[in-house]
């Protein structure tokens, strides 16, 4: 039988040594901190040489493995990793998955200045030239080519995702729109008109049928549907973003699906929480947040408003699953009291110099409500901003009308406020014509429009985010966040690993300039709000689970400020998402430097 621990003794034969030759797991946490104590000052004190770009992963990866077999990281995280390891080197196995054995060979090859990061997977097989061997022009345009090389790489990876305002594209959704209209025996005026789109929004079990003679569903698709039809889960796709999808499901279209259509394993969470998902899948605690109905706040200068609590359609992993039961449901929009004792608090909270007008989407409103509440919030003068938060750019884009954006425009004053729109694109295949008229409108009022990423497994493959950001760029809009799923147990079918969100921020958003990369990796800590992703000060690696999963302090963002416990959050197994990957066709070797990002 093979030794399924091999590969990872051999990536350190010394930390094995160390683990079975202790008669003890607290024998075995001293020798080992001894070990890398002594290594560590080894390099420090320069009596051992080593590359700068392998002890850059070799100091982290000491960090990393200090925190772990620390004791009082072993109590916050309530298990033992240590414990694991020593027992499969003095008994031959421990109860924990393959996925546990992986991270651990990785970063002991980290730690033996081994890391399995180069070549890139950008640069495989092309040489690094010598730059210190050449100066001036000749070095100049040496360095150059080189870059032209590196980009001509990159190019490889971003073609894989086509635009929805390519040529060939835009010519697939004219026949999609058609057979959508044929459907309803309706004419492009019709298809133009943004109450049309919400008068056909697909949400129920009926609904399916006519889904069918649009697009083909696959099994899974069909059954889940039905199955949160029947039980009251969330779901819809207005006719716009139908047509989208490709007539036979195929990779190009894959996330556009995941967007809307529920996985079984999302509706058979949200059905065993029927009666408590108000509580359940609150993940960001709004209950506790909430200073008075419709609003949120979780810091000092600028708090949330939800006028309307639905939309035309419903992104599966929505963060207000818990209280949205249907596209447009019909107790979506606050009673005008409510909505005036809210905005009556924005004007009594001086402190507040931004509002984030959000839901459900606030644009699913008529003309007249929404000036009614731009203007009550436009009084304000210690309001500097407001900001709009929609989807409708890109669900129903129709109903970004002229009359619409001049309303926003009026509102927009030089010196005094601004209002910006925030939007959230999560592939390049969203992309359409009528969307890029929308933002245009939008911008013509001199109006910002900036784009919250969530990112998801179905948007996480190479260089996909950079094609998102390409393809954005292209009609008006500027990245913002990005979004990390975070840990709502209902979508962890969704979910990515902190250490991909990372790696994709350094190895491919950055190969871009900066306009196109001007988003803040974030993750949402419950209660409290948006921590940093890429600052090292601000999260920490401190335990890895028996199943595999990492175990992630997070230092909230009052760190410094006040006294705030940290959160603890439970990431998924890398090894776990590089095998969905491979399943969606992907070579997990171009994947392999995420094993050494903590």
Known sequence: MVNRWQNCWDASAEIYTLLKESDTVDGAREKLIHQLEALEWSYRRDFVQIKS???????????????????????????????????????????????????FEHLFKAIKGHADIYPSTLMNGIEYPDFEQYKGREAGKMRSDFLDIMGQEMEKFIKRYPSGLDPEILKKREENKERILDLFSATQENWDDWKWQFRHVFKKKDDIENLKKVIKLTEDEETAMKLACENGVPFGVTPHYLHLMDFEPNGNDYAVRRQVFPPLSYVENMIAHKEDREHAFDFMREHDT?????????YPKVAIIKPYDSCPQICVYCQRNWEITEPLMDSAEAPKG??????????????????????????????????YIVRRLSEEPHLRSIRIATRIPITVPQRITLELCEIFGSYYEVGKQTICMVTHFSHPYEMTMETAVAIQRIKKQGIHVYNQHVYSFAGSRRFESVALRIAMKQIGVDPYYTFNMKGKTEIEDYAVPVARVLQERKEEARLLPGVFRSDEPVFNVPFLGKNHLRAWQDHELISILPEGGRVYSFHPWEKNINRVKPYLYVDVPIKTYLEKLEKRGENPRDYRSIWYYY
Request: proline share 3%; with cysteine.
């Open 290 to 298: 909430s200073p008075l109905n419709l609003i949120t706040r979780r």
């Open 53 to 103: 770009w392998d002890y850059i992963v070799l100091k982290e990866a000491v960090r990393c493995f200090k925190n772990i077999i620390s004791p009082r990281n072993e109590r916050l995280a309530d298990t033992s990793a240590l414990e694991h390891l020593w027992k499969a080197a003095v008994e031959g196995d421990s109860d924990v998955s393959d996925d546990f054995i992986i991270e």
């Open 338 to 371: 409510s909505l005036d004792d809210a905005l009556d608090w924005f004007a009594e909270h001086e402190q507040m110099m931004d509002v984030l007008v959000t839901g459900g989407d606030p644009l699913v409103m008529n003309d007249n409500k929404v000036e």
